[in-house]
T-cell receptor, first 112, second 112 residues
């Protein structure tokens, strides 16, 4: 089974802090994605990566950056957390040959 | 702008009935279609993929695709209370993109 893990299930940070969210997948997938999910807004793509050291902006990249130094790991960075970044953050991965995305358990981030 | 539309619900069905969930999409070149189930507080779980016109059955689930009408549906037979969740429709358009476009989901409630 595909396994996507995220570093934390729940996280509480203060405004202005730098926040790191980590995602690791064990299926050698080329593509990895970061989404946020908010009530009424659905899933919104923040960034994705289709290869090591490659990244592409999604629909809402402002206030976020990403890093992919190894194939299995994709990190989301909030440079200076703000209260409007309080959300559920979901990581997903997919193989190059298929567009089926598999999600991690999510990190519920609260910024105070 | 690629759009995927779903009725937000809630859709309530009695236990044992057929639940019918619908999704329309705007981009005619869409190639692949996915249904995800998301329990409250959990991450989306892939339950069905469909790529060509017609029906695809997997246990109690049937996905139906009509590309001419730009319509994809999910039928759940013999609905159980454990099927109560939000169902997300996702569409992949291809054309060099790695992204899925997600609908906002339909909340299904199966009443015992």
């Amino acid at each position: 089974d595909v396994k996507v893990t995220q570093s934390s299930r729940y996280l509480v940070k203060r405004t202005g802090e730098k926040v790191f969210l980590e995602c690791v997948q064990d299926m050698d997938h080329e593509n990895m994605f970061w989404y946020r999910q908010d009530p009424g807004l659905g899933l919104r793509l923040i960034y994705f990566s289709y290869d090591v050291k490659m990244k592409e902006k999604g629909d809402i990249p402002e206030g976020y950056s990403v890093s992919r130094e190894k194939k299995e790991r994709f990190s989301l960075i909030l440079e200076s957390a703000s209260t409007n970044q309080t959300s559920m953050y979901l990581c997903a991965s997919s193989p190059r040959t298929s567009r089926e995305q598999f999600f991690g358990p999510g990190t519920r981030l609260t910024v105070l | 702008q690629k759009e995927v539309e779903q009725n937000s619900g809630p859709l309530s069905v009695p236990e044992g009935a057929i639940a019918s969930l619908n999704c329309t999409y705007s981009d005619r070149v869409s190639q692949s279609f996915f249904w995800y189930r998301q329990y409250s507080g959990k991450s989306p779980e892939l339950i069905m993929s469909i790529y060509s016109n017609g029906d695809k059955e997997d246990g109690r689930f049937t996905a139906q695709l009509n590309k001419a009408s730009q319509y994809v549906s999910l039928l759940i037979r013999d609905s159980q209370p454990s099927d109560s969740a939000t169902y997300l429709c996702a569409v992949f358009t291809g054309a060099g993109s790695y992204q899925l476009t997600f609908g906002k989901g339909t909340k299904l409630s199966v009443i015992p």
